[in-house]
């Protein structure tokens, strides 16, 4: 079983410089803006004992996982000349868009001699969600899938191994 928790956070700042330092008027500018993702995830994994099916070995390997992911990001611009500070309406990702996802899977494999077949299934869980910001046109969305994915697998050998796999897979969209 495992708990964490992760923030990435990134701050940036970008300065242009007066343009003609001669005139009298500051031009220097300053965009700037803060992204943080907090992440929240776990897992409980085990696996069933060995069973012997005559000459074979049926072994099982399931388990939970879930995370979460929510998202602050702002943006600005500063003027030196008059000085001023303008909050944009969004950063590098739409402020306040979560990500959330998680599945159950089973993973069992039959053993016989020095040859392995494995195979997987996992039904997931991914939720994406936004309330959009209109002024960069980034249009709300809240949008579940709930994939079905697969492996079958086999390898043979001990102290080397050589394997093959076939699988399939599920990519959810990005926020940003």
Known sequence: MSVSFQRQHQQYQLTR????????????????GTDRVDGFSGFVRSRVQSVSLGSAVLDARYGVDISTEIIESDKYIEFAEPPTRIELDRGQYVNGSQYH???????????????RVRGGIRQA????????????????????????????????????????????????????
């Open 101 to 115: 996802q998680g599945g159950v899977y089973l993973a069992p494999s039959v053993r016989l001699q020095q040859w």
């Open 125 to 176: 869980m991914v939720r994406a969600s936004s309330d959009g910001e209109s002024e960069s046109g980034s249009l709300p969305f809240d949008h579940t899938f709930t994939p079905l994915v697969w492996n079958v697998g086999l390898s043979w050998g001990a102290a080397v191994q050589f394997f093959g796999s076939l699988e399939q897979g599920f990519r959810a969209p990005n926020l940003d």
């Open 17 to 32: 410089p007066d343009r003609n330092a001669d005139d009298n008027i500051d031009t220097t500018t300053r965009n700037g």
